[in-house]
């Protein structure tokens, strides 16, 4: 539609003109000028069918009328920019630029067909050539607004922060000073380190903007890195005169007084502003969001934003905002059955957020709620077929839940996305990959399961779950016991405080008549804990071999009662008792 804009702007020149813009020639006499109005004529009725079919994105139809049009008008701009247009469209960049060129030449006093020749050109990659054209756009029309903001922006662009600072002025002496272009002139001296440039921008904005307390803020941390601590607190304050309710100057200026040794006024200045008996929810969302950024690296920003967060959704339950940051912080802080809770409140009010719902899933998936963590994913993944963060979710709670062959479709289809966008994604892909291999281990497909594991350690060899599980399997089959122990103790090697890993080398060594160096290692398992009833049962079987049996049967009962009804344990103990 844009480009189809500026083709309209075309067809007014036109239809003004007459189709004589381009140079044709006055006839001398009568007939050969009604001629040459009747080629015009034609040209323009050619020149409005190319129009329509451009519009209709009939691209090739369009040009070979602009052809037809060019044949009787070869000078008219307008019919040239239009091919341009119609050549990118299809792909040819090359002729487009000639049909730019060739526009901008017949009418160099119109300074829109300039600016389709640098939009070209840049489009087509030629950043540099762009840049000329824009400024020898500028000798002509020096007070083109929009050639100076791109010719600036391209400057930048290419690390030209000097002269795209020196062309923002020059737009600010013409169109007059605008924030949005002292911001930009702010970002530039910023990359360059001037800290006088950086200053005086920032004085700037403060004029331009009085109500606005970011660029006091930014004007205090510079002042801060200049060690002019004076100079800094003065400026945090007066961002907190210009506006109280921004968190993010209270929370500087707070620091900055705590730096400086006023305790009391840092506590005074924080308990105003966290006081949320009268606050609005506006207000309460508006204090807690610079606190919720900070949470993960900062405990007491963690806990500040909780209070604020809850007395949000105290004064507002259904504030999808207040919800969703309250259970993402009640999930940073390992309360997901609560987080859980709080997220599906905000899906109820918020479903287009896919990370809303990924993140709803996981909560209930390490909450122990396997089931309702496949039900959240899935029906999150009906709105956002193929997002992997919802895939990889769904995938594992499957997977939890026992429903291989739809787990095992899951990660089929993780890996499939993963290797089409993410192919340098070694360890994520790896860890799918040994995920497969354990459910066809458990859909009793042996070399399904090993091939697995081998493609999974083939792009992740530091993979411990892969090493682990594949040396399990192994151990369990009695088979390549060698292999498995060097796998199982890389594992160990790489995750030494995982009972699951120690507990996985411990009966390999059983597996191979080393009772000794099992009962070490199964023994580091049950230290640590705590441990599963398989861990238990292997302590049981290993104490037995030793002739241990009074140990062999203690660590049996509480395998049995980590596993009720579990008949190869009550089998082993009643053996034990006769």
């Given at each position: 539609m844009r480009r189809f804009a500026r083709i309209r702007r075309g067809v007014c020149l036109v239809v003004?003109?007459?189709?004589?813009?381009?140079?044709v020639l006055a006839s001398r006499t009568a007939a050969a000028q009604a001629a040459r109005d009747e080629r015009a004529v034609e040209a323009q009725q050619l020149f409005v069918r190319g129009l329509t079919k451009a519009y209709l994105d009939d691209h090739e139809a369009a040009l070979e009328l602009f052809k037809a049009a060019?044949?009787?008008?070869?000078?008219?701009?307008?019919?040239?920019?239009?091919?341009?247009?119609?050549?990118?469209?299809?792909?040819?960049?090359?002729?487009?630029?000639?049909?730019?060129?060739?526009?901008?030449?017949?009418?160099?006093?119109?300074?829109?067909?300039?600016?389709?020749?640098?939009?070209?050109?840049?489009?087509?990659?030629?950043?540099?050539?762009?840049?000329?054209?824009?400024?020898a756009l500028l000798d002509r029309f020096?007070?083109?607004?929009?050639?100076?903001?791109?010719l600036a922006q391209l400057q930048s662009m290419m690390g030209r922060s000097r002269e795209a600072i020196a062309t923002y002025e020059r737009l600010i002496e013409r169109a007059g000073d605008h924030p949005q272009v002292r911001r930009q002139i702010l970002q530039l001296y910023?990359?360059?380190?001037?800290?006088?440039?950086?200053?005086?921008?920032?004085?700037a904005l403060i004029a331009l903007e009085p109500e606005d307390p970011a660029p006091w803020r930014l004007l205090g941390q510079l002042y801060l890195q200049q060690q002019k601590p004076d100079e800094a607190l003065e400026a945090f304050e007066q961002a907190y005169e210009v506006n109280p309710n921004d968190f993010e100057t209270v929370l500087a200026l707070a620091d900055l007084y705590r730096q400086t040794g006023r305790e009391d006024d840092a506590n005074g200045l924080l308990d105003r502003a966290m006081a949320v008996e009268n606050a609005t929810i506006t207000e309460l969302l508006t204090r807690a969001a610079p606190l919720y950024s900070r949470a993960g690296a900062d405990a007491?920003?963690?806990?500040?934003?909780?209070?604020?967060?809850?007395?949000?959704?105290?004064?507002?339950?259904?504030?999808?905002?207040?919800?969703?940051?309250?259970g993402d912080l009640r999930f940073q802080q390992g309360r997901y059955e609560e987080a859980a809770r709080l997220l599906e409140r905000a899906l109820?009010?918020?479903?287009?957020?896919?990370?809303?719902?990924?993140?709803?899933?996981?909560?209930?998936?390490?909450?122990?709620?396997?089931g309702e963590a496949v039900r959240v994913a899935e029906e999150g993944l009906l709105l956002f077929p193929g997002q992997l963060p919802l895939l990889r979710v769904a995938a594992y709670s499957l997977m939890q839940v026992n429903r291989n062959d739809e787990a095992i479709a899951r990660f089929d289809e993780m890996l499939a996305?993963?290797?089409?966008?993410?192919?340098?994604?070694?360890?994520?892909?790896?860890?799918?990959?040994?995920?497969?291999g354990l459910l066809h281990a458990r859909k009793k497909d042996q070399e399904a399961s090993d091939a697995f594991y081998q493609q999974a350690l083939a792009l992740h060899p530091d993979n411990t779950l892969a090493l682990n599980n594949y040396a399990y399997g192994l151990a369990e089959r009695g088979t390549r016991l060698a292999e498995a122990r060097e796998m199982a103790r890389r594992a160990v090697a790489l995750d030494p405080q995982n009972p699951s890993y120690l507990d996985t080398l411990g009966w390999i060594y059983f597996k191979l008549n080393q009772f000794d160096e099992a009962r070490k290692w199964i023994g580091q398992a049950v230290d640590l804990g705590p441990v599963s009833a398989a861990v238990y049962d292997h302590y049981g079987d290993v104490h037995a071999r030793l002739?241990?049996?009074?140990?062999?049967?203690s660590f049996w009962r509480k395998a049995l009662d980590l596993s009720p009804g579990n008949q190869a344990l009550q089998l082993k103990l009643e053996r034990q008792m006769h």
């Open positions: 003004l003109l007459g189709l004589t813009g381009g140079g060019l044949r009787l008008v070869p000078r008219e701009a307008a019919i040239l920019s239009a091919a341009a247009v119609s050549e990118e469209a299809l792909g040819d960049n090359t002729t487009a630029l000639f049909y730019a060129e060739q526009a901008r030449s017949h009418a160099p006093d119109n300074p829109y067909y300039h600016h389709q020749f640098a939009q070209l050109q840049l489009r087509a990659g030629n950043v540099s050539t762009a840049v000329q054209t824009y400024e020096p007070n083109d607004h929009e050639a100076l903001r791109e910023f990359r360059l380190g001037d800290e006088v440039g950086t200053r005086r921008s920032l004085e007491e920003a963690a806990l500040a934003a909780t209070r604020l967060l809850e007395r949000a959704v105290e004064i507002a339950p259904d504030n999808a905002e207040a919800l969703l940051m309250l109820a009010h918020n479903p287009r957020d896919p990370h809303l719902w990924m993140r709803a899933a996981a909560a209930h998936l390490e909450s122990g709620q396997a996305i993963l290797e089409e966008e993410a192919p340098d994604e070694a360890a994520e892909r790896s860890e799918a990959l040994a995920a497969l002739g241990d049996f009074d140990a062999a049967r």
